[in-house]
């Protein structure tokens, strides 16, 4: 085998980045770089093409062939590092950051966050030079080992919402675009938002001034 096959190469993407509701997820998935094609024949794509029960059916396969790792920001922790002046793409970049250090890959892929492709590979190359990175939009429909970490974060950020639902009741997808999400923040007495809402959104503020 070459020294090229045994390469380690980790997929990185999140779930939740733009949910008024709930944490923001991130997933990382590390195989060694011959074994990727496994992620095909199991079925692999992007999470969002994909109905909840093959998310799951997929993530606990995706489990067994590779190492993998979810960094979970809660809903109050988002809106206390925004108000601290930290926006959303760099608390992402520091999650994807901690993702990338301790699995310790010599090839990265990630769904790119930023408008701009280059400026956010130069930023994770800066912190971590050794590695290689490959940023690109819709990373996540292009690349396998992307696909299948976007499943991995889809379904603990979905557990996540399960565990938020037992204890607030229906809520939604926690979405500023679901009817049920509004209904939900709009029954909000005095505006005491709980913990899980991310106040800082302006979905929120926009409510709060009808």
């Known amino acids: 085998m070459s020294d090229e096959n045994e390469k380690l190469v980790l997929g990185i993407d999140e779930a939740g980045r733009g949910s008024v509701i709930g944490p923001l997820v991130i997933g990382g998935v590390l195989m060694q770089k011959d074994k990727i094609r496994f992620l095909t024949r199991v079925g692999v794509k992007d999470s969002k093409k994909l109905s909840m029960k093959k998310r799951m059916a997929l993530s606990r396969k995706i ?34 950051n901690k993702i990338v250090q ?6 990265c892929y990630i769904d790119c966050i930023d408008i701009n492709e280059e400026r956010f590979h130069d930023n994770m190359q800066k912190v971590n030079p ?10 996540d429909d292009t690349y396998n080992i992307v696909s299948a970490a976007s499943i991995i974060a889809k379904v603990e950020r979905d ?47 926009n409510l709060k001034e009808e």
């Not at 206390?80 to 793409?89: A, C, H, I, V, Y």
């Open 130 to 139: 050794e590695i290689e990175f490959i940023t690109k939009h819709k990373a």
């Open 159 to 205: 557990k996540q919402l399960a565990i938020i639902r037992n204890e607030y009741g229906e809520l939604g997808s926690g979405y500023p675009s679901d009817k049920v999400t509004i209904n939900f923040l709009k029954n909000i007495k005095n505006d005491e938002y709980p913990p899980i809402v991310r106040t800082t959104w302006n979905t929120v503020k």
């Open 102 to 107: 301790k699995m310790n890959p010599d090839i």
């Open 63 to 96: 489990k067994k062939i590779s190492e993998f790792c979810t960094v979970t920001i809660p809903a109050d922790e988002i809106d206390k590092m925004r108000l601290q002046g930290t926006n959303l793409n760099q608390i992402e970049t520091n999650g994807m």
